[in-house]
C-alpha cells in the first residue's frame, strides 16, 4: 500500500504561481511513476503531469507546456508541481497518484494509487 498527501493548494490571483508537493509512504518511492491529475467541478479528471522513476523522463498535457514542471526527490519521497501563469480554467481539485509501472502512464486508471486531493482556485 502506499498513502499519498497533498499540499500546497490555495487561491491565487490569475498568472500567479503555487508548488503542490505529495509525500508518499507505504512503498519503495523510487519505483513508482508519480503524476499529477486535476478535476473541476462538472468535468472528467485529467492528466497535469508525470515523472519517471528517476525524474529523468517527464509529460506535460499540451495545455501546460511551458508553464508547470513537475519533479522529484526521491530521497524525500516526494513529488512537485511548480504551477506558473496560472489561469482561471485551472481552477480544480489536484490530486497525486502512483503506479507500479516500469514506464510513464496517463489514464486515470493506470494509476494504483491517489491523495484526497488539494483544492487550486484561480479567480480573475
Known amino acids: 500500500q502506499v498513502q499519498l498527501v497533498e499540499s500546497g493548494g490555495g487561491l491565487v490571483q490569475a498568472g500567479g504561481s503555487l508548488r503542490l508537493s505529495c509525500v508518499a509512504s507505504g512503498r519503495t518511492f523510487s519505483r513508482l511513476v508519480m503524476g499529477w491529475f486535476r478535476q473541476a467541478p462538472g468535468k472528467e479528471r485529467e492528466i497535469v503531469a508525470a515523472?519517471?522513476?528517476?525524474?529523468?523522463?517527464?509529460y506535460d498535457v499540451g495545455s501546460v507546456k511551458g508553464r508547470f514542471t513537475i519533479s522529484r526527490d526521491n530521497a524525500k519521497n516526494t513529488v512537485y508541481l511548480q504551477m506558473n501563469s496560472l489561469k482561471p480554467e485551472e481552477t480544480a481539485v489536484y490530486y497525486c497518484?502512483?503506479?507500479?509501472?516500469?514506464?510513464?502512464?496517463?489514464?486515470?486508471?493506470?494509476?494504483?494509487?491517489w491523495g484526497r486531493g488539494t483544492q487550486v482556485t484561480v479567480s480573475s
Open positions: 497518484a502512483a503506479a507500479a509501472r516500469a514506464t510513464i502512464v496517463t489514464r486515470s486508471y493506470e494509476y494504483d494509487y
Open positions: 515523472i519517471s522513476w528517476s525524474g529523468g523522463m517527464t
